[in-house]
């Protein structure tokens, strides 16, 4: 994932300490049903299409925009299907940083699939019973956005 500039001048005076940040995460399916994902340029794996909203910026929009940015797809956020708080992620470089994910289920509207940006490696439509190797968080969000359930979080506990 590229760095935003706003992130950037948080680093320069924040180092590598833990940064909580907003994230967005794009579930696109097409008329067939086939999920659009991305193999990551970091770390090679093929996941969702996510990223960092702008400051101000609806997350939404944010995630239509990353998904056209990374794969030149125009897409229309349907519904949100997952909120949820990630793991902590240490970047090569030392930064610290944790996201609170919102995840939309979105279906394409336009364009071809195609390597939009240097942030993949590859990008392409599979089916989803034929998905390529991903770790469970990114099955999860899949999982989720093709049942018609309530949105998901992690429920609290008062025990």
Excluded at 102 to 129: K, P, Q
Excluded at 137 to 142: D, E, G, P, Y
């Amino acid at each position: 994932m590229a760095t935003p500039d706003f992130i950037r001048t948080i680093r320069a005076s924040a180092g590598h300490q833990l940064l909580w940040l907003p994230g967005v995460s794009a579930v696109v399916f097409d008329d067939q049903g086939r999920v659009l994902l991305g193999q990551r340029a970091d770390n090679h794996r093929w996941a969702v299409l996510s990223g960092i909203p702008d400051p101000g910026e609806q997350p939404a929009a944010a995630a239509v925009r990353e998904v056209y940015e990374e794969t030149a797809v125009r897409c229309v956020a349907e519904r949100i299907v997952m909120v949820r708080s990630g793991d902590r992620v240490t970047f090569g470089n030392g930064d610290i940083c944790q996201f609170l994910d919102v995840t939309f289920r979105c279906r394409a509207v336009g364009g071809e699939a195609r390597v939009n940006d240097d942030e993949s490696l590859d990008v392409g439509w599979f089916e989803v019973d034929a998905l390529p190797a991903m770790d469970e968080h990114q099955l999860s969000r899949v999982k989720q956005a093709l049942s018609d359930e309530p949105t998901w979080f992690e429920p609290t506990s008062f025990e």
